[in-house]
């Protein structure tokens, strides 16, 4: 059977990894500014967490959510602290669509109402709600159009959000924490604190993607904590348990759970949990968070002060950044893969995203700079 081809693929097979450097089958190591898309946390097979894992599975791997796995209350307990919510509840899924799909779900039978207000630019998943309120016409098919009402408002535009929050039918408004495919695009503080005032006006809920900008990666564990904000729901996925699938939703006090109203087979199983409390464990050991803005902070100052006219603008908060181009980034990407052995993101064509793993140290920021400068013809 061959293989279903949706992926345009690099001609390159990585085999192992550490910290943040992968390995290919040829035994060329790479720098990985990526993080196999925002989602290496705590870098590449951290002897904590292959511990974790190893231990668990030999323990048990799995069993369904009929009966008791108390990993899930150690792990709701430890991730109630490390992001200063513990008085809302979790809910465990799979995916990070599929924790969109849920809180979009649960706003609308909280509030009896079905219309969404997403923003334009917004990537929210590929499922039937989470690819609905995705900006994208390309990947939404035909039976993902009709059945959801949503409209799409310009981002930092609180009067657009009024305007259609008014009519009174909208049950839940979507954001993402940092824009990450629309290509690290930034909500305003002060746009997030109005954004707030309206939906606790009119009574819609406040649904904070924070699939790919949460877990640490804005130099906060929440990028909406900058803001001083509190969402009614947040959706987390990607560096939760560092590449193994699983997703959740933090949900606030105001929701009250009825027995079957959600589910999932595999959401919160014993494996993922094992993963999940290994990473906020090696997260507070190692002040990943902390690391995230201090060499994210370091990174964007450098990246801001390269002598290359070429660089239209340098965006985003710790280490999720991206550099936009003039032109297409597709020779520099190209070239920073295939000469200087280095793996980073792309949004549209014009920009680098830079997602790496939370613990990428000075040193390996600045081997990336001298990389990069080559690339760019720039010594630096
Ligand atoms: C902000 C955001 N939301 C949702 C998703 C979807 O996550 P998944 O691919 O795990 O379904 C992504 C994936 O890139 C994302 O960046």
């Known amino acids: ?40 946390s705590v870098g ?21 959510n009929s009966v008791i796995n108390s990993l899930q209350q150690t792990f709701a307990d430890k991730l109630g ?9 979790l809910f465990l899924v799979n995916t990070g669509a599929e924790a969109n799909e849920n809180a979009m779900k649960l706003a609308s039978f909280h509030n009896g109402k079905k219309r969404i207000v997403s923003f334009r630019h917004s990537f929210h998943g590929r499922t039937s709600a989470a690819v609905r309120v995705t900006d994208n016409p390309k990947i939404i098919a035909p039976i993902n159009e009709t059945a959801l009402p949503v409209t799409y408002v310009q ?9 259609e929050l008014k009519k009174g039918d909208v049950s839940s408004v979507i954001i993402e924490g940092i824009q990450g495919v629309g290509g690290i695009q930034m909500p305003d503080d002060r746009f997030l604190q109005d954004l707030r005032e309206l939906c606790t006006k009119y ?4 649904i904070f993607d924070e699939i790919q900008s949460g877990y640490g990666r804005s130099g906060r564990f929440f ?12 959706t987390v996925a990607k560096g939760i348990a ?34 999940a409390i290994s990473v906020l464990d090696i997260m507070k050991k190692e002040s990943l968070v902390e690391n995230a803005e201090k060499i994210g902070d370091f990174l964007i100052r450098e990246l801001r002060a390269l002598p290359y006219d070429g660089i239209k603008e340098v965006r985003g908060r710790g280490l999720m950044i991206g550099i936009e181009f003039n032109e297409s980034i597709k020779e520099a990407r190209t070239k920073l893969l295939f000469e200087e052995k280095v793996f980073t993101g792309v949004a549209g064509t014009n920009t680098i995203r830079l997602l790496p793993p939370l613990c990428l140290s000075k040193t390996e920021t600045e081997d990336f700079l001298f990389r990069f400068g080559k690339v760019l013809n720039i010594g630096v």
């Open 44 to 64: 590449h097979s951290h002897p904590d967490y292959v511990e974790a894992i190893t231990g668990q599975v030999r323990k048990l791997g799995f069993y369904s």
């Open 1 to 40: 059977m061959k293989l279903f081809d949706v992926y345009p693929l690099f001609n390159i097979e990585i085999v192992k990894g550490l910290g943040c450097h992968v390995w290919d089958t040829e035994g060329i190591e790479y720098l990985d500014l990526y993080g196999g898309h925002a989602v290496i």
């Open 81 to 89: 602290k490390a992001c200063g919510y513990d008085d809302y509840a």
């Open 223 to 234: 990028a909406h904590q900058h803001a001083g904000i509190r969402p009614d729901i947040i």
């Open 203 to 206: 009574e819609v809920v406040l």
């Open 242 to 275: 560092n590449g193994f699938p699983m997703s959740g939703m933090l949900i606030s006090p105001m929701f009250t759970p009825v027995y079957g109203m959600l589910g999932t087979t595999f959401g919160g199983n014993h494996l993922a949990c094992a993963a």
């Open 155 to 163: 981002m930092n535009d609180a009067d657009a959000v009024e305007t």
